[in-house]
């Protein structure tokens, strides 16, 4: 009888201690696995930031008018930061948002009121500033902020500005356009956010943005840090192959399925961008010449180096009586009107 006994007690305490060991080890592993995420985080978001592109420098006079973008958020400490992932920066994106709807006009893709080149060029470096660590959601806030303050030069380009103004303002142009983040930096922004929520859930032991899908189970061996060890990796593996996507995803992450609509945002944008130089082209032609153009080539090579074309789809700008035309989608034109008053 003693001898089943013992037998009975081995047959229990074998899984037991083989659970034991096995809960222990992959709790130390996952200990080691997010202290090694923790600094590799740490030197990815200083590695990008050393990579951002320095915008135009912004005189401080100009902010103290009103201008086309939030420069209250601008001189707030209520900075968008990587390393805050995306529950830290609830304030940023909130204050953003309030900006958007309070100073949106009626149709406020076709009308803004306008302001001057320089003001404009301010809002614009403020704009790309504030952009340079946001995620899809505030980037898609930002473009369309940005898209308001290009539209505001529309009435003042119709004006009998200097050539030399105008030459001016397109050189700045082309300095702000090449500061500007691009589609690219928003995706590894929006990778670096995601990674720095699920170890904020983990520091702070919270999940106020309900970033992580579940709880953890029996998979995981109802471990935390297990759990979230399996989340990092399933971010890197949705960062390095796009085109896969889970069916059942461990976090609530848009990389992946906000991908389109965040490309998508950042065209529409430069269709703007493009649409709204080549109207500051017109304008140069129009002051030197004391005639409109008849048509764009003749922009070019004393105004544009090149005829004007998208820079992502390749589609050129068209002028027709007056307006600009350039294909937003397939359903969406955007129009400049290059009249003089």
């Avoid at 403020?126 to 898209?147: K, N, P």
């Avoid at 001016?168 to 670096?192: F, N, S, Y």
């Avoid at 991908?259 to 493009?274: F, M, N, P």
């Avoid at 008849?294 to 090149?306: A, F, G, M, N, Y």
Wanted: some cysteine; proline content about 6%; charged content about 30%.
């Amino acid at each position: 009888m003693r001898k089943a006994r013992k037998w009975v007690l081995v047959l229990i305490a074998l899984p037991v201690l083989g659970v034991a060991t096995l809960w222990i080890d992959s709790y130390f592993r996952a200990v080691a696995a997010i202290r090694a995420e923790d600094e590799r985080l740490a030197k990815e978001i200083a590695d990008f930031r050393a990579r951002k592109k320095p915008g135009l420098p912004i005189d401080p006079k100009l902010l103290q008018a009103k201008l086309p973008c939030p420069t209250d958020l601008f001189l707030k400490p209520e900075r968008a930061q990587l390393e805050f992932g995306h529950s830290g920066n609830t304030a940023f994106r909130f204050h953003l948002l309030v900006h958007y709807l309070r100073e949106e006009p009626s149709n406020r893709r076709y009308y803004a009121p306008a302001f001057t080149g320089d003001q404009v060029i301010a809002a614009l470096s403020v704009i790309h500033q504030l952009a340079q660590e946001c995620g899809y959601d505030s980037t898609f806030l930002c473009h369309e902020i940005e898209i308001r303050a290009l539209r505001s030069l529309e009435e003042t380009l119709r004006s009998n500005l200097p050539a030399a103004q105008l030459r001016r303002l397109g050189e700045q142009l082309d300095r702000c356009l090449a500061a500007r983040p691009t589609a690219t930096e928003a995706i590894v922004a929006q990778h670096l956010m995601d990674r720095a929520e699920v170890l904020r859930v983990l520091h702070q032991k919270a999940d106020p943005s309900h970033f992580i899908a579940g709880s953890p189970g029996w998979r995981e061996l109802f471990s935390w840090r297990v759990l979230l060890v399996k989340c990092l990796r399933e971010l890197e593996e949705n960062y390095r192959h796009p085109d896969w996507e889970d069916l059942n995803p461990r976090t609530g992450s848009t990389l992946v399925s906000g991908l389109k609509d965040a490309r998508r945002s950042d065209r529409d944008a430069l269709t703007y961008w493009i649409v709204a130089r080549t109207a500051v082209a017109v304008a140069v032609f129009r002051a030197e010449r004391e005639r409109p153009p008849e048509q764009l080539s003749d922009l070019v090579p004393d105004v544009l180096p090149r005829a004007p074309v998208h820079l992502l789809t390749e589609e050129p700008v068209q002028l027709v009586n007056g307006t600009l035309r350039l294909r937003i989608d397939s359903e969406q034109v955007c129009t400049w009107d290059v009249r003089p008053k």
